[in-house]
C-alpha cells in the first residue's frame, strides 16, 4: 500500500486491498487520523458502538473516528479500572487512552450501550478533562414528541460541543451534503451484504469485515471508494467458488468485535455467514436517510423509525426475536451462531429470548461466547462444525 | 451402476496419514469400492491428497465427473476440490456405524487426540468426549515410545501380548509417562511389560471417556490403533476388571471410518442437495436457497 492515509484502490489485488485495510485496523495508533488533521486542520472525534449521528460529525468538519477496542494488545493499566466480570472492550478502551494511542482524537462521544460504556464515558471525562467527552443519551421512547424532542436536544447539544471544542457551526446545507455522503456508503454497504448474501464465496466474511472496519478511521468518502473498488475486485475473482457450507446469521456481535481469527475459523469451519451484526454504525438504518427537508429532524426520524432491532435498543418482550427471525427467513439463512462477547450485557440478556423465538421457528441455533483478545479457537471450530455438520444432514429431516 | 446411484469419495486428512475412501450409495445400501491410508512423512498433505484420489479412482476406473461429492474431513480444508466438508465426530461415528451396524458407540483414536462418540442408529452423534491438550494416550505417543524401545508399531501389538507383569505409568501427562519409560528400561523391565503397561494406562483413559460419554453396549475403535491387538486387549482387559459389560471391537477398516464416514454422508448430502434442488454451479446454490 502507498500510505496507511490513503489506500491503493488502484490495485488488482483483492488480497492487497484486504491486507491493507487490515493493516488500518491493526494500528491502534490510527496514523490515518493523525495525517488527516495534518492535511485538513480538523478535529477528529472518537465514537464507541453502535452508533452515533456521524453524519452531524461530519457537516461540522469533524471526522468521526469509530473506538471498536484494541484486539489483542496487552492490557496493563486497563485492567484495574474494571472488575474481572466485566467484558473487555472497555478496558482495552481505557489501555488506547491511556498509553496515548488515542492523543489524536479531540474528544470521545459514547453512545447509550450499556452500564459500563456509561461509566466509561464518566471515566474519560476525570482521564482526559481537557477533552470533549459527550454521552450521547439515544432515546428508548420512538415517539416524536418524546423520543424525538429528546434526542433533538441531544443532538443540538452535542453540535454545540463539537463547536466548543473547534468545529464549525452546523448549517443545513452542509448537513445535507453529509447525509448524501454517508447514504452513498450505506448503499455500498447493503449492495456488499447483498452479494455476500446471494454469492456467499465471493465475499469472504472476514474481508467484508476488515474493509467495513477501514470506514471507521477513513474520511467517509474515501471509505465509499474502498467499497466500490472491493465489490468489484470480488466479483472479478474467478477462482472462487462455491462449496456445501451452511449458510447461517451471525448475532450478537455489535460492540466488542471478535478477533479476525474468530470470524476466518468459522467460515473455515463450513459456514457461509449471510448475515452479521459487526460494525453495526455502517448499516445502522434499512433505507437511506431522507435528504430534503430539515436534516437534523431527518436524522431524528430515521433514528426512531429506521433502525434495526438490536439489544441496545428497547424492544417489547413478546417482539424480541421477531426480526432476527425474519432476516433468517430473509436472507436464506439455515441457523444461527449466537456470538457474543463474555459478559455482555445487552447481548446476553436478549439471548434467551432470541433463541426462544429462533427454536419456536424451527431454526437450529448454537452460542458461544469471544473477548476481542481470544487466541485459541479451536473448541469454537469443533462447535461450529458440527453445527454445520448438523445443519447439512439432519435438518429438514 | 444404476442411474440412481452416488459415488463418492470421502478423504481424511490427519496430522500423520491420510485415508482415502471411494464409496458406491444405492440408497438401499452402501459399498466400500476401495479405500487407502498412507502417512504423510515429509510431503506435502495437498500432494498426498492427489496421488491418493487419482490411484484410488483409477483403480475403480473412474474420473472425477463421476463422483457426485468429493467429502472431506479432519483438516480436510486444504483440499481445494472438495465438494463439502465434515467434522470428525460427524465421520468417525457414521463410519463406524457402516463398519458394525451394532455399535452405539466409537472411539477415535487419533495421532493427537482421542474421542469417544455416542451415536443413534442412524450415526447422529448423541454425545461426545475428548481429551485435552496433552498428547499422552494418542497414537502419537505410542510411536515416540516405540521409537524409544527400538520397536516397530506393527510390533507393538504381538508384543504387549506376551507380557507377564506389566508397569503401569503415567496416563495424565506424555513427559511423564515418557520419563516412567526411561525409568522402567534403566530398571531392567522387559520390553514386553512396558508397552502392556502403556497400553492398560491409554485403555484405562479410553474407558473412562467412553464412559463420561454415555457408551454402554458396543463400541468400535477407529483409528489406525485399532489394529493393535495388545491395546485391544487392554482395554478389554479393563473393562473385564470393572465387570463392565461394554462390548470393544475393532474392523480391519477401522483405519478408514473417518474417510468412510465422509464418503457416505457426502452421497447422502448430494441426494439431499438434489432432493431440494441445491446446485453447487456457481450462481445457482444462490438462487435456490434465497
Redesign the interface.
Given at each position: 500500500m502507498s500510505t496507511l492515509t490513503e489506500l491503493d484502490l488502484a490495485t488488482t489485488s483483492i488480497t492487497t486491498l484486504v491486507s491493507d485495510c487490515e493493516e488500518l485496523i491493526r494500528d491502534t495508533s490510527m496514523p490515518s487520523v493523525r495525517t488527516w488533521k495534518e492535511r485538513t486542520g480538523g478535529i477528529a472525534i472518537g465514537f464507541m458502538p453502535t452508533y452515533i449521528p456521524r453524519e452531524l460529525l461530519h457537516a461540522q468538519g469533524v471526522l468521526p473516528v469509530g473506538i471498536m477496542g484494541a484486539g489483542d494488545i496487552e492490557i496493563i493499566r486497563g485492567d484495574a479500572y474494571y472488575q474481572s466480570y466485566i467484558c473487555h472492550i472497555p478496558r482495552s478502551t481505557v489501555e488506547l487512552g491511556l498509553n496515548g494511542s488515542l492523543d489524536c482524537l479531540d474528544g470521545m462521544v459514547f453512545p447509550a450501550i450499556c452500564d459500563v460504556i456509561r461509566n466509561l464515558s464518566g471515566m474519560w471525562k476525570m482521564m482526559f478533562a481537557d477533552k470533549l467527552v459527550h454521552y450521547l443519551d439515544l432515546p428508548q421512547d420512538f415517539s416524536a414528541e418524546i423520543g424525538g424532542t429528546f434526542y433533538r436536544h441531544d443532538l443540538e447539544l452535542l453540535s454545540q460541543k463539537l463547536v466548543d471544542a473547534g468545529a464549525r457551526p452546523l448549517e443545513a446545507e452542509a448537513l445535507r451534503a453529509s447525509i448524501r455522503a454517508y447514504n452513498e456508503n450505506s448503499r455500498a454497504v447493503r449492495a456488499l451484504y447483498d452479494l455476500r448474501?446471494?454469492?456467499?464465496w465471493r465475499v469472504p466474511t472476514a474481508e467484508l469485515y476488515v474493509a467495513l472496519r477501514a470506514g471507521l478511521v477513513l474520511p467517509v468518502e474515501s471509505h465509499t471508494a474502498l467499497l466500490e473498488r472491493f465489490s468489484a475486485l470480488v466479483q472479478a475473482q474467478t477462482d472462487r467458488?462455491?462449496?456445501?457450507?451452511a449458510?447461517v446469521i451471525l448475532t450478537g456481535s455489535f460492540c466488542e468485535q471478535p478477533p479476525l481469527g474468530l470470524i476466518k475459523t468459522l467460515e473455515?469451519?463450513?459456514c457461509y455467514i449471510v448475515d452479521d451484526d459487526f460494525v453495526q454504525v455502517s448499516r445502522w438504518f434499512r433505507g437511506d436517510i431522507s435528504e430534503t427537508g430539515d436534516p437534523l429532524d431527518a436524522l431524528v426520524g430515521a433514528f426512531l423509525n429506521d433502525a434495526p432491532a438490536c439489544p441496545t435498543r428497547y424492544i417489547d418482550d413478546g417482539e424480541k426475536g421477531r426480526e432476527l427471525v425474519d432476516r433468517v427467513g430473509a436472507?436464506?439463512a439455515?441457523g444461527v451462531l449466537f456470538c457474543a462477547p463474555s459478559f455482555c450485557d445487552p447481548a446476553l440478556l436478549d439471548q434467551p429470548m432470541d433463541t426462544a423465538a429462533v427454536t419456536r421457528a424451527g431454526i437450529p441455533w448454537t452460542a458461544f461466547k469471544y473477548s476481542e483478545d481470544t487466541g485459541q479457537f479451536q473448541v469454537i471450530r469443533?462447535q461450529a462444525?458440527?453445527f454445520?455438520?448438523?445443519i447439512?444432514?439432519?435438518s429438514?429431516t | 451402476m444404476s442411474e440412481h446411484d452416488k459415488l463418492a469419495i470421502g478423504i481424511d486428512v490427519g496430522s500423520a496419514s491420510i485415508k482415502v475412501a471411494l464409496i458406491r450409495d444405492t440408497q438401499a445400501d452402501v459399498e466400500l469400492l476401495v479405500g487407502r491410508s498412507e502417512r504423510t512423512r515429509r510431503r506435502e498433505a495437498t500432494d498426498v491428497v492427489a496421488s491418493l484420489v487419482e490411484t484410488l479412482l483409477s483403480e475403480a476406473g473412474l474420473t472425477r465427473e463421476d463422483l457426485a461429492y468429493v467429502a472431506t474431513t479432519g483438516e480436510g480444508e486444504i483440499v481445494d476440490f472438495r465438494t463439502g466438508h465434515f467434522y470428525g465426530m460427524t465421520t468417525h461415528a457414521r463410519g463406524a456405524r457402516f463398519l458394525d451396524s451394532e455399535a452405539d458407540a466409537c472411539v477415535d483414536i487419533g495421532a493427537l487426540h482421542t474421542r469417544a462418540i455416542l451415536m443413534d442408529e442412524r450415526a447422529k452423534v448423541l454425545g461426545y468426549r475428548m481429551t485435552s491438550q496433552c498428547a499422552s494416550g494418542s497414537g502419537q505417543f505410542l510411536e515416540n515410545i516405540s521409537r524409544y524401545l527400538g520397536v516397530t508399531m506393527a510390533e507393538i501389538g504381538p508384543i504387549s501380548l506376551q507380557a507377564d507383569e506389566p508397569e503401569r505409568c503415567s496416563s495424565i501427562c506424555a513427559v511423564l509417562a515418557e520419563t516412567d519409560v526411561i525409568n522402567m528400561v534403566s530398571r531392567g523391565i522387559s520390553t514386553a511389560n512396558i508397552l502392556k503397561g502403556i497400553h492398560l494406562s491409554m485403555a484405562g483413559r479410553y474407558v473412562k471417556l467412553l464412559k463420561a460419554a454415555g457408551a454402554t453396549r458396543v463400541v468400535l475403535v477407529t483409528g489406525g490403533l485399532a489394529a493393535d491387538v495388545g491395546l485391544m486387549a487392554a482395554m478389554r482387559e479393563t473393562l473385564a476388571e470393572a465387570d463392565d459389560p461394554l462390548e470393544v471391537r475393532s474392523h480391519e477398516h477401522s483405519v478408514l471410518a473417518g474417510a468412510i464416514g465422509a464418503a457416505i454422508w457426502g452421497a447422502f448430502r448430494a441426494r439431499k442437495m438434489e432432493r431440494l434442488g441445491i446446485s453447487l454451479a456457481p450462481g445457482a446454490l444462490s438462487e435456490a436457497r434465497t
Open positions: 448474501r446471494r454469492e456467499p467458488v462455491p462449496v456445501d457450507q449458510r473455515r469451519s463450513g436472507c436464506g439455515e469443533e462444525g458440527t454445520a455438520d448438523s447439512k444432514l439432519w429438514g | -
